[in-house]
Each structure stands twice: as structure tokens, then as C-alpha cells.
């Protein structure tokens, strides 16, 4: 199983030091480029899971190919990542990452819909 690590930045007794923590589960948001709508997933290997999404191994985004990821967050609990995505797929959730990513959809040319 493919893990992250995150460096954390801790400051104590006046002396600054780096503690790595592990970050197993990632809510990942995919754009498609030829039809430029979003995808939203989950998984414990991003690299793996985005290889797949581009060789057409995953039904709902196999006609949407290429794909590229335009966010990504990383969870210590999988409860909390699941949540999350769950989140992202509710209106409310899209207004939120609309708000979070206004730079990035300006890059990328992202329709206003």
C-alpha cells in the first residue's frame, strides 16, 4: 500500500524541528480534458488510482480520458476522507471547492456552469 508522508512543523522549546506523519487516505478531485467536468474519488494510492482513471480501467471516467488532478487532501482516518468526498459530491460541497479552487479553475479556463 502506497502512503504519504507529511512533514508536520512543530516548534518547542525554541527549537524547530519536523515530525513526518503518515497519511494514508486521499479525496482527490479529477478534471476531465476533453469534456471538463470533475470527478471526485477516494483512494490510498493516488498515483495508482490516477494511472487507472487514464488507461480507461474505471467505467465512470473511462470515456472523459484525459485526466488530470486539480486538488487533492490527505486524511489520517478513513472515515473522515470518506466524509469528505461524500461532501464534495453534495451541492453545498461543490459551491465550497468552487470557492476553494476560484484560482486554479481561472488557470485552467474551468467553464462557469
Given at each position: 500500500m502506497?502512503?504519504?508522508f507529511?512533514?508536520?512543523?512543530?516548534?518547542?522549546?525554541?527549537?524547530?524541528?519536523?515530525?513526518?506523519?503518515?497519511?494514508?487516505?486521499?479525496?482527490?478531485?479529477?478534471?476531465s480534458?476533453r469534456?471538463?467536468?470533475l470527478?471526485h474519488?477516494f483512494t490510498?494510492?493516488?498515483e495508482?488510482?490516477?494511472?487507472?482513471?487514464?488507461?480507461?480501467k474505471?467505467?465512470s471516467?473511462?470515456?472523459?480520458?484525459?485526466?488530470?488532478v486539480i486538488?487533492?487532501?490527505?486524511?489520517l482516518?478513513?472515515k473522515?476522507?470518506?466524509?469528505h468526498?461524500?461532501?464534495?459530491?453534495?451541492?453545498q460541497?461543490?459551491?465550497?471547492?468552487?470557492?476553494?479552487?476560484?484560482?486554479?479553475f481561472?488557470?485552467i479556463?474551468?467553464p462557469n456552469r
Open positions: 502506497h502512503r504519504f507529511v512533514f508536520m512543523h512543530f516548534l518547542c522549546n525554541d527549537t524547530t524541528y519536523f515530525k513526518p506523519m503518515i497519511l494514508p487516505y486521499c479525496v482527490y478531485v479529477l478534471q480534458q469534456d471538463l467536468l470527478y474519488g490510498t494510492n493516488l495508482h488510482r490516477i494511472r487507472n482513471h487514464n488507461a480507461g474505471t467505467i471516467t473511462s470515456k472523459r480520458r484525459p485526466l488530470i486538488y487533492c487532501e490527505f486524511f482516518s478513513k473522515d476522507a470518506l466524509r468526498e461524500a461532501y464534495f459530491k453534495t451541492n460541497g461543490k459551491r465550497m471547492l468552487k470557492l476553494i479552487l476560484r484560482s486554479t481561472n488557470e479556463d474551468y
